[in-house]
């Protein structure tokens, strides 16, 4: 595979070693004299060799995903650099070969270990998109706001609870990433970045929309999840343009009628939202393609999604997984653009007719309803042979992440204590843990395991995010293990009211 890459490489001048675990940088490349793009991301690579700084027409270079803890300030040398992607590596400090690179564009820091911005980087004046998002900050990163060309500011995960009035004089931004911050609102200068077309502020503290969005007219993408808005007054707002809405995990009761007014929207995210209808003016948006509505109970009122979903027959993706849902109408036939449809954790009666005959379905989920397992579902798959029809086994689910956290002690040395500790980390947005034998791939681990547990399993009723909690301080405090949550999981037990082994032995 890398001598064919390698060949191919030698004409198009492009060369994609990612994912391929390699340990280290192929001496073989040295000979590719001409490489303009070279993506060496999720490697395993602890460092990277000087010689890399001898490609006289390389502009694009890829090495995030690593455990790049430093690199050689040979690096500089790449005059003709313009986009460079250290992002998810082990970096201290901005490498300082930056400060050298005079084609430099592009910048990704994110996700490293970097706790402040040089000085020096306000110099770099050429840069049309820089991130420095997720990464142990002490403050707000000055340098930035003297990058007057930006048009892509990533600042993710930063923990900001507060933001300079002087971020407004950015005004070339077009995309600006402020989610999974501490943010309870923003300056009023936000309000003069005419040019943005895509704003993130998911993850945040906000308790309504700010004030200055209506200015921001420019807008196509405003990303609110994970926030606390609970009611959504569009009265006045100018979006003639906005083609995505992500409202998801908030407290929303009510979606105004005024939502009518973004003609041109596309994307509408109203999962575990606390909707329990929609207004039926939602007709008017002809041009909806992807409607997510899992985990919001919209079916609770009389078992069936609302009417007005069918005659949005444009839709191509339809998720209303956990929603409540008994009956599915024959009206979902009327969809015939639909790729993709959810039903998940549904306790669906039957399975509607008119599903045999969507024959454009690509996938249907159906993990975790009363149809998972059947001769019905076999008898679907027929009829439907291009369609990937989904039914999870919840036990062999949990059995697979036992299986992963085993592997996952064998090849760090990690305990169930210490996992247990970064999944807390996680689940409360706290810094993690940083352990010295975790690669990316094992961090991947990690993630699934909190998303299993705090996510996967509340979602399907079996208990709360509260209760899990309750079961992880358990293993953190070594009075219970894995193995022993994943099985209370599995069965639905809640925490409430449970009495680990560990505790129960000790009390014999």
Known sequence: MLAERL????ETGKLDLRGLMLGQVPTAIRALRNLVELDLGSNALTEVPAWLGDFPALEVLTLERNALEDLPRKLGKLERLRVLDLSHNKLQEVPSFVAELPSLVSLDLGQNRITQA????ASRTRLRAFSLGKNPLDTFPEPVLSLPHLEELGLAGLGFEALPAELGALTALQKLDLGENQLSGLPASIGELGALRALVLRGNRLTALPPMLPALRTLRALDLSGNRIGALPLAGYAWAGMEALELA???????PEEITKLATLHRLD????????????LASLRGLRTLLLAGAPVGLRDGRPPDVIFTLERLVELDLSLAGITTLPEAIGWLSELRFLGLQGNPLAAIPAALRSMTQLEELDLTDTPFGRTDEVEALSLVLPRTRVICVDWAATYRSMLEDVYILRDD???????????????????????FANVRPADEEVLERLHTLVFVRAPQRRVTTRAAVGVLVDLVVKDQLGWHEVLEQLLHGVHASGMKSRRAADTSR
């Open 118 to 121: 040089p000085r020096w980087l």
């Open 249 to 255: 995990d908030n407290p929303l009761l009510v979606l």
């Open 7 to 10: 060949g191919a490489a030698e």
């Open 412 to 434: 760090t040395g990690l305990d169930d204590v210490a996992i247990a500790r970064w999944v807390v980390a996680r689940e409360r947005g706290a810094s993690l843990p940083r």
């Open 270 to 281: 109203l999962r575990n939202t606390w909707l329990e209808s929609l207004p039926d003016a």
